[in-house]
């Protein structure tokens, strides 16, 4: 039974990347040695310990609550819309417009002023509805584009692969702000900072090698040459 425990540790630790089951698989086999009072399993029970101080110590990572928060970035990319393209429209230059009392030769300069701000204005009048920066079939390209990528990086949270998971939430910032970057800035700031603030997370932990299989091993061993 102290075998089987200790093989379910190993197995959160290489497949799961699961120290906290680990930890608990582990605290199960000195259970079970406490119940035993055999001299012969006090080098077991040491490396035990060893194990155990060395998993306590390791940083958890939230793994569910990272996920959960990456698959939100999922729903807020899949509603992203840009805004439409703003024109003004200036008024006739037959609305009224305050006339000087003055001499000729004051009115003759007021209209000479007049018709150089004039040229500087650029009038525009649309006789169809504006439409978007980016089409509807390019926006959902782009949509599609940063979904894929976001289920890269939550593929990379689960299998603890920070390499890759911190490469596809920089690649996602990196093609929000170029191709996204005519979005509101209180939609674009929150959905970068989340983005940095995602990517600075420590998905991957090193992981030691559990002393307690080895010391395992050498007493199955010892007990083996005895019989």
């Given at each position: 039974?102290?075998?089987?425990?200790?093989?379910?540790?190993?197995?959160?630790?290489i497949?799961s990347?699961?120290?906290?089951?680990?930890?608990?698989?582990?605290?199960?086999a000195?259970?079970?040695?406490s119940?035993?009072?055999?001299?012969?399993l006090?080098?077991?029970?040491?490396a035990l310990q060893?194990?155990?101080?060395?998993?306590?110590?390791?940083p958890?990572v939230d793994?569910?609550?990272?996920?959960?928060?990456?698959?939100?970035?999922?729903?807020r990319?899949?509603?992203?819309a840009?805004?439409?393209?703003?024109?003004?429209r200036?008024?006739?230059?037959?609305?009224?417009?305050?006339?000087?009392?003055a001499?000729?030769?004051?009115?003759?300069l007021?209209?000479?002023?007049?018709?150089?701000?004039?040229?500087l204005?650029?009038?525009?009048?649309?006789?169809?509805?504006?439409?978007?920066?980016?089409?509807?079939?390019?926006?959902?390209?782009?949509?599609?584009?940063?979904?894929?990528?976001g289920s890269?990086?939550?593929?990379?949270?689960?299998?603890?692969?920070?390499?890759?998971?911190?490469?596809?939430?920089?690649?996602?910032?990196?093609?929000?702000?170029?191709?996204?970057?005519?979005?509101p800035?209180?939609t674009?700031?929150?959905?970068?900072n989340?983005l940095?603030?995602?990517?600075?997370?420590?998905?991957?932990?090193p992981?030691?090698?559990?002393?307690t299989?080895s010391?395992?091993?050498?007493l199955?061993?010892?007990t083996?040459?005895?019989?």
């Amino acid at each position: 039974r102290v075998a089987d425990a200790t093989a379910v540790a190993e197995q959160a630790l290489i497949i799961s990347h699961d120290p906290a089951q680990a930890q608990q698989a582990l605290l199960a086999a000195d259970r079970l040695l406490s119940a035993q009072g055999d001299i012969a399993l006090l080098p077991l029970r040491r490396a035990l310990q060893q194990d155990l101080a060395v998993l306590a110590g390791l940083p958890r990572v939230d793994v569910a609550g990272v996920y959960l928060r990456l698959q939100n970035l999922d729903r807020r990319f899949a509603t992203l819309a840009l805004p439409r393209e703003a024109g003004q429209r200036l008024l006739s230059s037959s609305a009224s417009s305050p006339k000087p009392q003055a001499s000729d030769a004051a009115q003759a300069l007021w209209a000479q002023g007049l018709e150089k701000f004039r040229a500087l204005v650029v009038i525009r009048d649309y006789d169809e509805p504006l439409q978007p920066l980016l089409d509807a079939s390019r926006l959902q390209l782009v949509r599609d584009q940063l979904g894929l990528l976001g289920s890269q990086a939550e593929l990379a949270l689960l299998r603890a692969d920070g390499v890759v998971y911190r490469a596809a939430l920089e690649s996602l910032s990196l093609r929000i702000q170029h191709q996204l970057a005519a979005l509101p800035s209180a939609t674009l700031t929150p959905l970068l900072n989340e983005l940095a603030a995602l990517q600075a997370l420590q998905v991957q932990v090193p992981l030691p090698a559990l002393s307690t299989r080895s010391a395992l091993d050498a007493l199955l061993q010892s007990t083996e040459t005895r019989l």
